[in-house]
């Protein structure tokens, strides 16, 4: 663990912490329109959205604030081994310090005790600092979305091997 954040596991108390953020990031990168997961229905419930079978959030805790989340589960309309890294966004506070590449470590061991076998996740354009860390965490480019996660304003698509 890093001294200066710590991830952990989604608690029912991170829930408004957690939307506040997504709901501050996402528009950051021009992410906030229709085709987005700004809209999902989860984003005012992660914990119980995660607390179903084979899914995890985590959350990234410095000074006993939450500053970001990631979390993984299954793509919706996939094969039954394919799971989705989901709604991994961060605060500035968090960027930088090494926060990225721990989460996507905890969220890819995650889906491998979860049984799955490929990583998913979708983004967009612009989040350059973001496809830096999935290029670097061994996920591949693909041509199209895979799934029906009902993100349509995504359009960087990628995929891991686990």
Not at 34 to 60: C, L, N
Not at 67 to 74: D, E, I, Q, T
Not at 132 to 140: E, N, P, Q
Request: aromatic share 10%; proline share 6%.
């Amino acid at each position: 663990m890093n001294a200066s954040f710590q991830i952990r596991p989604i608690e029912p108390s991170d829930n408004a912490a957690i939307a506040a953020i997504i709901r501050t990031v996402m528009p950051e990168f021009g992410a906030d329109g229709p085709g987005f997961a700004i809209h999902d229905a989860e984003v005012d419930t992660m914990y119980q959205a995660y607390a179903q079978p084979r899914s995890s959030y985590f959350v990234v805790e410095r000074d006993g604030m939450v500053l970001g989340g990631g979390g993984v589960a299954p793509l919706e309309g996939a094969e039954p081994d394919v799971c989705e890294l989901r709604k991994m966004y961060f605060l500035p506070a968090a960027r930088g310090i090494g926060a990225g590449s721990v989460m996507m470590q905890r969220c890819l061991d995650a889906a491998r005790t979860h049984g799955f076998r490929r990583c998913y996740l979708e983004t967009l354009t612009g989040m350059d600092a973001a496809q830096a860390l999935y290029k670097r965490s061994g996920f591949t480019p693909l041509c199209a979305p895979m799934g029906g996660t009902g993100h349509h304003g995504c359009d960087r698509w990628f995929i891991r091997e686990l």
